[in-house]
C-alpha cells in the first residue's frame, strides 16, 4: 500500500567537499539519486525531487521542482517541495543519505497524526532532512527565508513536533548505526559502500 503523501529528495546541493554531484555517485548500476527515488516510490503515491537548476538531471516518473528560493541550503528545498506537493504530508530525504529503512519510514508516518511534523532523535540530535513535514509548515518556512534564518531546525520551536527518540520504537533495530550517515567527503562514500554491501542492499 502506498501511502496518501509525498516523498521528497533533496538534490541541489553544492556538493563543493567532495567536489563531485553526489546525485550522481554510484551504488552498484543506480546512482545515489536513482536508489532513493526508487526507495520512496515504494512509499508514496507521489514522489519529487528538488533541485537548484531545471532539468539538471534526467528524471523518469518523478516530478522535478524547482528552488524558488536560490542557494539557500535544504530549507530552499524543503519549501519547494512543500509547495508543490499534492499531498498534506511530504517526507523528506537528503539523496546523500541512502541507507535507511523502509521500516522507519513506517513508524514516523504512524506517529504524524495532530502534528505539524515528525522527527527523528539520534543519539541526541534532531535529522531535520530525514522527516515528515505537514503542509502547515509552509507560512513559517517561507518567513523564515525571507530573514535569511535558513537551518532547518530552527523551525521546530514554532511548531508543533513529534519527536521520536530511538527508544521509543518497537524495534531499535529498526535504525542501524549506519541509516543516517550523509555523504560529504569520499571517505563517507566509502563508509556507506561498506554499508550497503554488509547489509546487502546491492
Not at 521500516?103 to 514516523?108: G, K, P
Request: with cysteine.
Amino acid at each position: 500500500m502506498l501511502y496518501d503523501a509525498t516523498g521528497l529528495v533533496l538534490a541541489g546541493g553544492k556538493s563543493s567537499r567532495i567536489g563531485t554531484d553526489k546525485a550522481l555517485l554510484k551504488l552498484n548500476n543506480m546512482t545515489l539519486l536513482e536508489y532513493s527515488l526508487g526507495k520512496l516510490k515504494g512509499l508514496f503515491k507521489e514522489v519529487m525531487v528538488s533541485v537548484d537548476i531545471k532539468g539538471k538531471y534526467n528524471i523518469d516518473n518523478s516530478r522535478e521542482v524547482i528552488d524558488v528560493y536560490p542557494d539557500c541550503g535544504p530549507l530552499g528545498g524543503i519549501h519547494a517541495g512543500i509547495k508543490n506537493a499534492q499531498y498534506e504530508w511530504v517526507f523528506v530525504t537528503a539523496c546523500d543519505m541512502p541507507l535507511w529503512e523502509d521500516s522507519l519510514v513506517v513508524e514516523l508516518m504512524k506517529r504524524r497524526n495532530g502534528y505539524d511534523a515528525v522527527v527523528p532523535v539520534i543519539n541526541n540530535k534532531t535529522e531535520p532532512l530525514f522527516a515528515l513535514y505537514n503542509k502547515t509548515c509552509l507560512p513559517l518556512v517561507e518567513n523564515n527565508l525571507n530573514k535569511r534564518k535558513y537551518k532547518v531546525s530552527d523551525l521546530y520551536t514554532e511548531l508543533n513536533v513529534n519527536y521520536i527518540n530511538a527508544g521509543e520504537l518497537p524495534d531499535n533495530g529498526l535504525i542501524s548505526p549506519s541509516a543516517f550517515i550523509n555523504i560529504n567527503t569520499s571517505t563517507d562514500y566509502n563508509i556507506v559502500l561498506k554499508g550497503f554491501l554488509e547489509e546487502d542492499k546491492i
